[in-house]
């Protein structure tokens, strides 16, 4: 059982690059959302996604987009990469009470 | 979503009860109480959500007086295995599940030999 997929688990970016976090699930769940996790800190939601085709901002929706175009996929994508957007990205997705998470991309901006 | 607070570390010996507590003075009549675990390097995972009174899994109890203005994690007999971040959510559930989570900075549970 694969559950929440990301890829990939780590990435160094240099500033001004673009690029794409995938997350896969594999549990036919509606509804997907990307987090944030800084420093000994919580995480903080980024986009989510009520189904294929239907997004929405989070609490730091800004420097990221997303798109959902099938119900298993939910790419967060980073136009243009900033240092201040160094952290751990969590991807999950739930039906019902229980979210369940991805193992995390830790992403670094030099 | 209504606001919680936790403290911000424990320390347990294994074998030991351990119960954290989370205050959410304004949870709103529709809102739920779950709390997630974190080991360091993962992301979180599910640990147990309750309404009011008390719910019991295989991993821990929760309990919720009456005024559900607070909550108690309830972890028996823990191990090292224990160690990690544990985190109080509130929020309502829908047709989707419990979406918008929002997590605090949690509460550092250390287990010592």
């Known amino acids: 059982n694969a559950g929440v997929t990301q890829t990939p688990k780590f990435q160094v970016l240099k500033t001004g690059q673009s690029m794409t976090l995938q997350c896969a699930q594999d549990m036919n769940h509606e509804y997907m959302s990307w987090y944030r996790q800084d420093p000994g800190m919580g995480l903080r939601l980024i986009h989510y996604?009520?189904?294929?085709?239907?997004?929405d901002q989070g609490e730091v929706p800004n420097g990221y987009n997303v798109s959902r175009s099938t119900t298993e996929d939910f790419p967060l994508r980073l136009l243009s990469a900033a240092p201040s957007q160094t952290s751990v990205y969590f991807c999950?997705?739930?039906?019902?009470?229980?979210?369940?998470f991805g193992q995390g991309t830790r992403l670094t901006v030099v | 979503l209504a606001k919680t607070t936790q403290p911000i570390s424990m320390d347990s010996y294994e074998g030991q009860e351990v119960n954290i507590t989370c205050s959410h003075n304004n949870i709103a009549t529709n809102d739920y109480i779950t709390w997630y675990q974190q080991f360091p390097s993962q992301g979180p995972r599910f640990i147990i959500q309750g309404y009011k009174t008390k719910v019991t899994n295989e991993v821990a109890s929760l309990f919720i007086p009456a005024d559900r203005k607070s909550s108690t994690l309830s972890l028996p007999r823990v191990s090292l295995s224990d160690t990690a971040v544990y985190y109080c959510l509130v929020g309502a559930l829908s047709n989707f599940g419990n979406e918008k989570l929002t997590f605090g900075t949690g509460t550092r549970l250390t287990i010592i030999p």
């Open positions: 996604s009520v189904g294929a085709g239907i997004t």
């Open positions: 999950a997705s739930s039906r019902g009470s229980e979210a369940f």
